[in-house]
């Protein structure tokens, strides 16, 4: 298979070719021919997949074959894919922008946090495929700055995390102003309930194809764990990566102060490291994710709701500072790792109060994790587990002292879970809005 047989035109041939892919991963086999079909797609692919490139490739090709001559007006908006988050919206344009430079499509990525005068202004310069998160796209909307009227084609990417996120409401919003007639597109790592209905609201005789094995870890990843004393881990991650010269490095911890304590730590071992997370400006985010990916940032300290999304070709090394206490998000972190085929690692530090975690993790990725004591950090046989504080909630990490299972909070919560993480609360998805509509979330993921 190479996609010259999928029928592409020429411009996109050229553009895949020079961004290196040589041949469609599976998601792009499947998905661009249905696609360029005409008809409605339902497509299980998790980030990783080369799912980004199964939608934007047949819809460029549409829309370069049945571009309308620019006499004059506004170019209409053609086609509107909405994402849960800034930094995916961001990087699907890229994408847009990578896959269509030698066609005359524009695009634009519209979000939050950011002023909405130059949004305007390129409205006005005529857009053809705009990426959106949802929340901005309505503001635009009330304000009568957004014509969506002429949308042929619509995808939602990430619809699970979207859910997730709590957007549900701003996606029935938006399919309210679509068109009705529309080639539909819909994207999600996995297919809950909840999916399955809003297929059923938005697809008309859906195509399905799936790709990603659910919880599954990609095979390409090496995973590891060093057992480590809790108060000696940042000394271990900085013995880790000036030992074995790592570059480009992705930290996990569980809270945003955690975050922001152990960037101090690093910095003050020269080791270049930012922290990206809700509470950051969308610019300092941006900026952050920017340097990491140029090899400017030696790490990219983030919670899982900031990471969402993030793409970064080829991230050789992912560690779990903090194992989540969500085990789902132990393997959307670790999928951050070993992209499209690429060799990955993923180490995770893990002290003794969190070995029901991992007992989770391993328990849901069906296989066991190795651990690797590294010589100088071998732990005190003789530590007691402490609870984990998540803000105002308190949580048992530690085999035989948890209430309940999965790492649930101490004294109630667990049930509602469906096979997704508990709602994640706005704090991340939702900062397309300001910080007034960020509060008193409560929800319950910890960042
Ligand atoms: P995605 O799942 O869309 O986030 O894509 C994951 C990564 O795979 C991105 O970094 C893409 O640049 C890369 N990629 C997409 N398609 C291909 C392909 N056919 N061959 C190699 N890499 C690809």
Known sequence: MSFENLGLAEPLLKAVSEAGYATPTPIQAQAIPAVLNGGDLLAGAQTGTGKTAGFTLPLLHMLAATAKPASGGRRPIRALILTPTRELAAQV????????????????AMFGGVGMNPQIEAL???VDILVATPGRLL???QQGTLDLSHVEYFVLDEADRMLDMGFIHDIRRVLAILPPRKQSLLF??????????LAERLLDKPQVIEVARRNATADTIAQKVHPVDRDRKKELLTHLIQSNNWHQVLVFTRMKHGANRLVEFLLKQNITAMAIHGNKSQSARTRALADFKSGELQVLVATDIAARGIDIDQLPHVVNFELPNVAEDYVHRIGRTGRAGADGEAVSLVCVDEEGFLADIEKLIKRPIPRVVVAGFEPDPNARPE???LGR?????????????????????????GGRGPSSGRQDGRGDRGPRDQAGAGRSRSR
């Open 93 to 108: 344009e890229e994408c847009v922008r990578l896959y269509g430079k030698y066609l005359p499509i524009r695009s634009m």
């Open 124 to 126: 006005k310069r005529g």
């Open 139 to 141: 503001d635009h909307h």
């Open 188 to 197: 999600s790592a996995t297919f809950s309930d909840e999916i399955k209905a």
């Open 387 to 389: 609870p984990i504080q």
């Open 393 to 417: 909630r308190v949580l048992h990490g530690s085999t035989g002292s948890r209430s309940g299972g999965g790492g649930r909070p101490a004294g109630g919560g667990g049930g509602q879970r």
